[in-house]
């Protein structure tokens, strides 16, 4: 994920905590991206990056995402309604994307 940040031409707004590796205990964050649009097999748009620990993340108007631990997705505010879990995502997209379409929050669990 780390190489996509660097790489990536897509508008990206960053939340949580800042993003350093080095960090003591940064292996006890999981790092979510989630952007608003899918093209072919390409996320991108506008994304944003969240960098911490449990939380459940606003995410209106997501088409896609990818986190460094396991994440679910639902289609309600508030982490409710319909959820889904990354880990068995339906159709993978490039740079280990997941494509979540009507997904409105994200919910990130306790690492």
Same mark, same amino acid.
């Given at each position: 994920?780390?190489?996509?940040?660097?790489?990536?031409?897509?508008?990206?707004?960053?939340?949580?905590?800042?993003?350093?590796?080095?960090?003591?205990?940064?292996?006890?964050?999981?790092?979510?991206?989630? @952007?608003?649009?899918?093209?072919?097999?390409? @996320?991108?748009?506008?994304?944003?990056?969240?960098?911490?620990?449990?939380?459940?993340?606003?995410?209106?108007?997501?088409?896609?995402?990818?986190?460094?631990?396991?994440?679910?997705?639902?289609?309600?505010?508030?982490?409710?309604?319909? @959820?889904?879990?990354?880990?068995?995502?339906?159709?993978?997209?490039?740079?280990?994307? @997941?494509?979540?379409?009507?997904?409105?929050?994200?919910?990130?669990?306790?690492?």
């Amino acid at each position: 994920m780390m190489h996509w940040l660097a790489t990536t031409n897509a508008e990206l707004t960053f939340i949580g905590k800042p993003i350093n590796p080095l960090a003591a205990r940064s292996a006890q964050t999981t790092i979510v991206t989630y @952007c608003s649009q899918r093209i072919d097999n390409v @996320c991108g748009g506008a994304c944003t990056v969240y960098n911490g620990n449990h939380a459940c993340l606003n995410a209106p108007n997501t088409n896609c995402l990818s986190a460094t631990t396991n994440v679910g997705f639902c289609d309600r505010g508030g982490c409710g309604g319909s @959820c889904n879990q990354f880990s068995t995502c339906g159709t993978r997209l490039d740079n280990g994307f @997941c494509f979540t379409p009507g997904t409105a929050s994200i919910l990130v669990p306790f690492t």
